[in-house]
């Protein structure tokens, strides 16, 4: 990480999404794993639920948080394997301004290092929405860990060089 100590920390409002039909708050331990680490890094979780794998509950739960000027980013973890009931991609399609790429394309080459070719499975994605970042990681314990870990802790510190997701918000829906 190339932190530069010169600079303040600026926390950001977080919002975090489960995606599951099978996990309750008992059972959310990605949920769980991503809550911690939002919190240790000084960020502030303003919401989190669970929300089943249903393309039309995530996109007006989504549509409500990317609407809500209180939330900077939201980080989704489930939903998205390629099962049938895997929506989290597709829900994101019907919301999203813009994608960004490369954070699933770095998710996978970082998760090829832990679980080799298995990684092809995930659509970790991530979007633009109303001015807002949604990170969408696959529901395993180890993926919301690298993801976190190894991208999202440096993008989403206000000290990381030579640039991070936050020192760009003021200016995500300029027109």
Known sequence: MA???????????IALLTVSDT??????????ILAERIAA???NLTARAIEKDDADAIVALLGRWTADPG???VVSTGGTGLTGRDVTPEALDRIKDKDIPGFGELFRWISYQTIGTSTVQSRALAVLAGGTYIFALPGSNGAVKDGWDRILDEQLDSRNRPCNFVELMPRLNER
């Open 23 to 32: 996990r309750g708050p008992d059972e959310d331990t990605s949920g769980d």
């Open 3 to 13: 932190i530069d100590e010169s600079r303040t920390f600026r926390p950001i409002n």
């Open 71 to 73: 939330i900077d980013a």
């Open 41 to 43: 890094k000084g960020h």
